[in-house]
């Protein structure tokens, strides 16, 4: 149990082996005073750096960004995780779809935005079995089965006539 004698929540597991501090008190610890009211009174500018902030960690590691991703996405789905984040590599264009050259600055997913793709489904975001492909791809992929795909592709082809 965390060592902190005002420690407010005793239920979490100690974070820093060498306080024998919880989280919770950890990142209480890390806290600049004054920052929180200088955003209370500056909520636009505050709003506007960290907009800025994000967008700069997007360009400048994107890799890193993913990787943060798909360990939460693992976490959350209960798969296996071993990636480091040399692991993530990002094409410039999609693998998938040669033809989306993939755009790093978004700050909301779009369909030329990079996403990490588990190559055999539920297997987990483990070594050798992820790859970096647009968002459209991933979509498409994590919705559809092959069934599902084959039965389309019949329906286009068996149609392709009327669309000329
Ligand atoms: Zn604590």
Same mark, same amino acid.
């Given at each position: 149990?965390?060592?902190?004698?005002?420690?407010?929540?005793?239920?979490?597991?100690?974070?820093?082996?060498?306080?024998?501090?919880?989280?919770?008190?950890?990142?209480?610890?890390?806290?600049?005073?004054?920052?929180?009211?200088?955003?209370?009174?500056?909520? &636009?500018?505050?709003? !506007?750096?960290?907009?800025?902030?994000?967008?700069?960690?997007? #360009? !400048?590691?994107? &890799? @890193? %960004?993913?990787? %943060?991703?798909?360990? @939460?996405?693992?976490?959350?789905?209960?798969?296996?995780?071993?990636?480091?984040?040399?692991?993530?590599?990002?094409? !410039?264009?999609?693998?998938?779809?040669?033809?989306?050259?993939?755009?790093?600055? @978004?700050?909301?997913?779009?369909? $030329?935005?990079?996403? %990490?793709?588990?190559?055999?489904? /539920?297997? /987990?975001? #483990?070594?050798?079995?992820?790859?970096? #492909?647009? @968002?459209?791809?991933?979509?498409?992929?994590?919705?559809?089965?092959? $069934? !599902?795909?084959t039965y389309l592709?019949l $329906?286009?082809?068996?149609?392709?006539? &009327?669309?000329?």
């Amino acid at each position: 149990m965390c060592a902190n004698p005002n420690c407010t929540r005793p239920d979490l597991p100690i974070l820093i082996q060498k306080t024998n501090w919880c989280r919770s008190c950890y990142y209480k610890s890390k806290k600049k005073p004054g920052r929180s009211t200088w955003m209370q009174t500056h909520p &636009e500018r505050a709003r !506007e750096l960290l907009k800025k902030s994000r967008r700069k960690r997007r #360009i !400048e590691c994107p &890799e @890193h %960004v993913l990787w %943060v991703r798909c360990k @939460h996405r693992a976490r959350k789905m209960g798969l296996p995780f071993d990636l480091s984040v040399l692991d993530i590599v990002i094409p !410039e264009y999609c693998p998938i779809f040669p033809y989306i050259k993939l755009n790093l600055t @978004h700050s909301k997913a779009r369909f $030329d935005s990079p996403s %990490v793709d588990q190559i055999k489904p /539920g297997l /987990g975001y #483990i070594k050798g079995n992820v790859r970096v #492909i647009s @968002h459209r791809a991933n979509m498409l992929k994590s919705n559809m089965t092959l $069934d !599902e795909i084959t039965y389309l592709v019949l $329906d286009f082809t068996s149609r392709a006539g &009327e669309y000329k």
